[in-house]
């Protein structure tokens, strides 16, 4: 199938702001075919997309070179100018290679036709009688069909605001769907999010995939309505200038660069951090999140319940995903049956205490570091479109066991204490012996859950990197295992996995 898409009038700053929106779209193994006619300024769009894929260096001018290479800051780019292409030459040019390390740009694509994949995009490039104004068709072939519809869409979006005529700087995605962009303006500039609606995996159980299961979010949706109900409890999560619910587009505020991460990279302690990040889970134990949220012009976002099943099934994972990376086969069900039966009757309690807010990613991935600002203001919350009401205990968990860095057991110690300290003054209600069994319980459930994920990940999206952190979240399962409360688990576990500084190499 194909779609196309026509633009009138593209001048110089048009030419440029549509590079700028299909260099966010692309990824290693994409081909672009440019045609026109000589003057029609193919290779000044060729400039404008290596300056805004992050390339240095001059593109050069048509006839120069057959095959140009580019290193940026996302895919390498190789800009391919066939002009002087003889037939003879297509065979040893290696443009399979360079599809394999990045994204192939083709001028004069007619002269190597035999070769190009029927996945790509077409950009045709005419004249007009207005000098240094273009018409431009844009064709989508195979793959590139949904992807040219999207883009089109995306465009559609950003004219209707006032960054209509801002190109788009693409910023780091995550292990989701979502990507993200600056857009800046001259006094200030905001953050793109580009969230395709789309369930995660296939159906697995009841006609439902996990994401459905599990009660993650597949759409935008709750991103607006969370969003809106923590900044009215005084918290720093980004306010939403524009949104488009049903295609999941997003303009939202630009809280910086200063990721927890990176903050702790450059040498701020973790305490300097962590203490604020605690208080704002204080703050939102104070009063539990509503049934609805309300969403201008739309029905509002009823807020899902972390319910038994939900746990369960995250806690799944582990033995789908990680059991049978370590053992190199499948669980057998006898065992399946034996871990179920073992964390129902902790998880179906786990779902009826400490009830609130539960934001589900509260860790230093999507956490900013906002010292201009005060109090509990100065921690930026980026991810909680997957938010719950559900047990206080699972963000503290997620925030003291990072997963993607190293927590010392003792600022967890003293920073859990000093919010069981906060909560007990709170409420008289609260008691610490519990809120510690269920921190411990939420503990191995999340990491149980995290280590099924990062196997998954491993294995079905080729995501390897995150392989890196599995001894890490096994210390820290380790870790809540030994609380009396878990023996029953604690004795499962040793018998079914090796310790966590024993682990064998995953089979993948």
Partial sequence: MTSSWSLDDVDLVRLDILASRIALS????????????????????????????????????????????????????????????????????GLEDAL????????????????????????????????????????????????????????????????AEVGASYLLGDASTRSYARLVLPDRSAVLMNSPRQPDGPPIRDGKPYSALVHLAEDVTPFVGVSA?????????????????????????????????SEIAKGRSLAELYRPAVDVLVALARKPPPELLPIEGHAPYRLPAYDTEAMLTETSLLIDWFWPAVHGKPAPEALREEYFGLWRPLLTQAAKDDQGWVLRDYHSPNLMWLPAREGIKRVGILDFQDALKGPLTYDLVSLLQDARLDVPEALERDELARYCAARNAQSQHFSSDQFRALYAMLGAQRNSKILGIFARLAKRDGKRGYLAHIPRVARYLERNLAHPALSGLRRFYARELPPAGDLPPLVL
């Avoid at 083709?106 to 077409?122: C, G, H, K, N, V």
């Avoid at 809280?255 to 991460?261: P, S």
């Fill in 26 to 93: 692309l990824k290693a193994g994409d081909v672009i075919a440019l045609s026109g006619p000589l003057g029609a300024g193919k290779t000044t769009f060729a400039r404008a997309l290596v300056t805004r894929l992050g390339g240095e260096g001059e593109v050069p001018s048509p006839t120069f070179a057959l095959m140009q290479r580019y290193d940026t800051k996302r895919p390498t780019l190789t800009h391919c100018d066939f002009y002087r292409l003889e037939p003879s030459e297509l065979d040893e040019l």
């Fill in 100 to 163: 394999g390390e990045g994204v192939v740009l083709i001028e004069w694509p007619e002269r190597a036709e035999r070769w190009l994949p029927s996945d790509r995009l077409d950009i045709a490039m005419d004249e007009t009688a207005t000098p240094n104004v273009r018409r431009i068709v844009l064709t989508g072939h195979g793959a590139w069909d949904a992807r040219l519809d999207r883009l089109r869409a995306l465009a559609q979006f950003l004219d209707r605001t006032p960054y």
């Fill in 229 to 261: 109900a923590l900044r009215e409890r005084g918290l720093s999560a980004p306010a939403i200038y524009a949104f488009d619910l049903d295609r999941g587009f997003l303009i939202i505020e630009d809280l910086g660069d200063r990721v927890f991460g």
